[in-house]
């Protein structure tokens, strides 16, 4: 550790000042004459004893300089030795200065770093270092960081301060550093939503009356009660802020009161809200309390009000530059380059902002009371229009005609919304371009192609950099087939704004038609990137990779797809048959399942859970989806003969027959019921069995008869002849006049005996397919014991 060391003066003749630092009036004199030291200091730059007297200017008198010992010596004169006047100077040597002929100066004297007076100041410097670590964290996004940096200063300035108590008064104390260290780690919590923590270091600054202006910082108090929506307590601290600010400080006290109008807004409490606003509008206008206070009179209904405040909104002020600014005068290079360097810098852009706001404030107040000041929404819009062409808003005027003809077209009332739209024809490029775009749109819309391609036309050439005129048009273009052409107006849109997910989104469906699928992927995935959570675009690229065979990737995207949509069945029931074809039955299970749990009518996820669990030799569960397929297509046998074989397959014989005679009465031509019916009724010992051999046995022969006459040609002359009697007979249906025509065979033939077991037919098809893709779960080899196999029935129905 370093100590404060005191150098011994060197018994120098040129150094004047040695021995004389502790300077004593009261020394001995006796031995002045020997002492070399007082008499080097005695000495004058002539190398002369001082005299003792000394006249004063101005007097004749003389008198005794002041000695140290009251003895008339007079005091040396020694400020000419620090000047560089020595003995030296006498023997012809050059005038010295910076004593460079005597050698290097002694070096400075070391400062003592444990000192408290530099511990306190090397600590008050970590401080503030970290108080600025913390501020520039909190502007980079880290908010953690910034809550770190803000507690570590926290702890050294109360370190800080328990040192100026031990080495100082209390005076000594810098409050400012401690306030900008607590505001700083309240602010950091507020930050961190750490809102308890915040209140009490705001509350520790607005108790401490040493703070000047410390409750002003009762606002930021009132946000954080305002963020945990308690908004009679936020009210509460921002009327007690406001008390605490000067009347000079207009600004700050206006942005309270906009505070306190927001907080009654929250609560209802609106026409203490209108109050609040209309205070500011009468003080200090601004768009937004304009526009909040036209939302209060528009919750108590107050039409009128709502047009004064209103005029009172387009009335503000905007305070930026227009335009005019930006054209020169005249073709002065100089001042060409400077416009054109200060047309888009940062100043521009904030007055492009303000504007921008202005405009959708008034657009969003005129939609709100357009329809509710006025008999009609129309007169309502009539009324806004007017008001703001008298305005310096003057080119809203056209933007809200259109949104006019947008809300006709939500009411649903087409021709109105058309007629508003065509009466912008013949008026600027800007609005006519608008206006076509969006009769294009609507004319696509109910698919008249003709006039959408003419109104396209008409918005390309009235604004060729207009993006959702050259979209629509490429979507007429696509419409009538022409991909390439439609390529490559989506492709100009995209130029113009790279950011038009619509053409972007058409483009790659234009690229799937053109078999370009690795372009049509690039384009989807640059959609992605734009619009992360968009389930279209996550589905179009799912379908691609399905599309390029890599069920992987497609099982990947459709993972995330379902995160996005966890409810939608085609999605689940398409992960379902991806696990399926890679052979994973357990995963396909599980998504078919979700898929039938949230639409329980998709015949090709009932299907195939019904074959699973038949797969699977739980033939009671799939009873349950094969009775709902029977219920969503009542008109096909498929489902209830294949309810009735799993009653057989689980060895309930007889609900397997009471279903075959409930299918029977509904299907009497039905060939397989009715084998399934001799069999059943055979092998059970009922006596109804020559009854269904009898029909078995005219059905069959009916059949043969019908394909006979398909082999002869003469099936379409007997079918049109069969027609027009029924036609004379009332009509009927195919099927009702089969059935009757089958009750008449069975009500003259003769009975039908039995010869033992017989073959089933070989045109007999199988519940399970073909008309619906079979499952390959249910695709597996036939045993023995299926039932539906296409060998003869055994008599091992029944058990032994």
């Known amino acids: 550790m370093m100590q404060n060391v005191h150098l011994a003066p060197e018994a120098d003749e040129d150094d004047l000042y040695s021995g004389y630092n502790d300077y004593n009036p009261t020394f001995d004199t006796e031995d002045l004459e020997n002492d070399v030291a007082f008499q080097q200091a005695a000495r004058t730059s002539h190398g002369r004893r001082p005299p003792l007297t000394a006249k004063i200017p101005g007097t004749s008198a003389s008198r005794p300089l002041a000695t140290g010992s009251g003895d008339?010596?007079?005091?040396?004169?020694?400020?000419?030795?620090?000047?560089?006047?020595?003995?030296?100077?006498?023997r012809g040597s050059s005038f010295d200065p910076l004593g460079q002929a005597r050698g290097p100066a002694p070096p400075l004297e070391m400062k003592n770093s444990d000192s408290s007076e530099e511990k306190i100041r090397q600590l008050e410097k970590k401080v503030n270092e970290l108080v600025e670590e913390s501020c520039i964290a909190n502007s980079c996004g880290d908010l953690k960081l910034a809550l770190e940096k803000a507690k570590e200063a926290g702890r050294k300035e109360r370190l800080l301060v328990r040192q100026h108590e031990q080495v100082a008064t209390p005076e000594n104390i810098n409050l400012d550093l401690t306030y900008s260290v607590l505001f700083n780690l309240a602010s950091q919590y507020a930050a961190n939503e750490?809102?308890?923590?915040?209140?009490?270091?705001?509350?520790?600054?607005?108790?401490n009356k040493m703070f000047n202006n410390g409750g002003r910082l009762k606002v930021n108090m009132g946000n954080i009660y305002f963020k945990q929506r308690n908004y009679s307590k936020a009210v509460k601290f921002y009327r007690m802020a406001l008390d605490q600010i000067p009347s000079t400080h207009k600004e700050m006290r206006i942005k309270i009161m906009e505070n306190i109008g927001i907080a009654f807004i929250k609560t209802g409490q609106y026409f203490d809200a209108i109050s609040s606003f209309e205070y500011i509008m009468s003080m200090s206008p601004n768009l937004k309390a304009g526009f909040n206070l036209i939302l209060c009179y528009f919750a108590v209904g107050n039409g009128e009000q709502m047009k004064t405040a209103f005029q009172k909104l387009i009335a503000v002020p905007l305070e930026v530059d227009y335009d005019d600014k930006y054209i020169s005068a005249n073709d002065d290079a100089h001042t060409n380059l400077l416009i054109e360097a200060i047309k888009n810098d940062s100043l521009r852009q904030i007055e492009r902002e303000r504007k921008s706001m202005a405009e959708e404030y008034i657009m969003t107040a005129a939609k709100l009371i357009a329809p509710v000041i006025e008999t009609s929404f129309a007169v309502g819009y009539d009324w806004c229009v007017e008001v703001v062409k008298a305005s310096h808003y003057v080119e809203l005027a056209n933007d809200l005609e259109i949104n006019k003809a947008t809300t006709y077209l939500r009411q649903q009332d087409f021709n109105q919304a058309l007629e508003t739209l065509k009466m912008f024809e013949k008026k600027d490029s800007r609005v006519k371009s608008a206006a076509a775009t969006n009769l294009s749109f609507l004319y696509y819309l109910e698919n008249e192609l003709a006039q959408a391609t003419k109104y396209a036309d008409l918005a390309v050439n009235s604004d060729r950099y207009n993006p959702a005129a050259l979209t629509n048009k490429g979507n007429t273009?696509?419409?009538?087939?022409?991909?390439?052409?439609?390529?490559?107006?989506?492709?100009?849109?995209?130029r113009n704004d790279s950011s038009c997910t619509e053409a972007l989104y058409n483009l790659g469906l234009t690229y799937k038609k053109l078999n370009r699928i690795d372009q049509a992927l690039d384009c989807f995935l640059k959609l992605h990137a734009i619009l992360q959570n968009s389930a279209q675009v996550l589905h179009q690229i799912a379908n691609i990779y399905e599309i390029m065979e890599d069920p992987n990737q497609a099982v990947?995207?459709?993972?995330?797809?379902?995160?996005?949509?966890?409810?939608?069945?085609?999605?689940?029931?398409?992960?379902?048959?991806?696990?399926?074809?890679?052979?994973?039955?357990s995963q396909a299970f599980h998504y078919y399942c979700e898929?039938?749990?949230?639409?329980?009518?998709?015949?090709?996820?009932?299907?195939?859970?019904?074959?699973?669990?038949?797969?699977?030799?739980?033939?009671?569960?799939?009873?349950?989806?094969?009775?709902?397929?029977?219920?969503?297509?009542?008109t096909q046998v498929k489902w209830p003969l294949m309810v009735a074989s799993c009653y057989r397959r689980s060895g309930n014989y007889q609900k397997a027959l009471e279903k075959?005679?409930?299918?029977?009465?509904?299907?009497?031509?039905?060939?397989?019921?009715?084998?399934?019916?001799?069999?059943?009724?055979?092998?059970?010992?009922?006596?109804?069995?020559q009854e269904y051999q009898t029909k078995l046995k005219k059905v069959e022969k009916l059949k043969e008869i019908r394909e006979q006459r398909i082999k002869s040609g003469r099936d379409g002359s007997a079918r049109s002849r069969r027609e027009g009697n029924a036609g004379s007979n009332g009509g009927g249906t195919k099927g009702e006049r089969l059935s009757a025509k089958l009750k008449a065979l069975s009500g003259t033939g003769e009975p039908y005996e039995s010869s033992g077991r017989k073959e089933i037919d070989a045109s007999y098809v199988d519940p399970l397919g073909p008309t619906v893709e079979r499952p390959k779960t249910a695709a597996r080899k036939r045993t023995e014991e299926d039932d539906f196999a296409d060998e003869e029935l055994g008599e091992d129905l029944l058990p032994e």
Not at 558 to 581: A, M
Not at 669 to 680: K, Q, S, T
């Open 72 to 90: 008339g010596v007079a005091r040396p004169m020694t400020a000419v030795q620090a000047a560089g006047y020595t003995k030296a100077a006498m």
């Open 660 to 689: 075959y005679k409930v299918i029977h009465k509904k299907f009497p031509e039905n060939i397989e019921c009715l084998r399934f019916l001799v069999r059943l009724c055979k092998d059970m010992g009922m006596t109804e069995v």
């Open 194 to 207: 750490m809102y308890a923590e915040a209140l009490n270091t705001y509350q520790v600054i607005v108790k």
């Open 556 to 585: 990947e995207w459709l993972l995330q797809l379902i995160s996005v949509v966890p409810t939608d069945p085609h999605v689940l029931s398409k992960l379902g048959k991806l696990y399926d074809n890679e052979g994973d039955k």
């Open 477 to 494: 273009v696509f419409a009538n087939g022409d991909y390439e052409k439609a390529a490559e107006f989506y492709k100009e849109a995209l």
């Open 595 to 634: 898929s039938y749990r949230y639409f329980p009518s998709n015949i090709e996820v009932i299907e195939w859970l019904g074959a699973y669990y038949i797969d699977t030799q739980f033939c009671e569960k799939a009873i349950e989806y094969f009775e709902r397929a029977a219920l969503i297509l009542p």
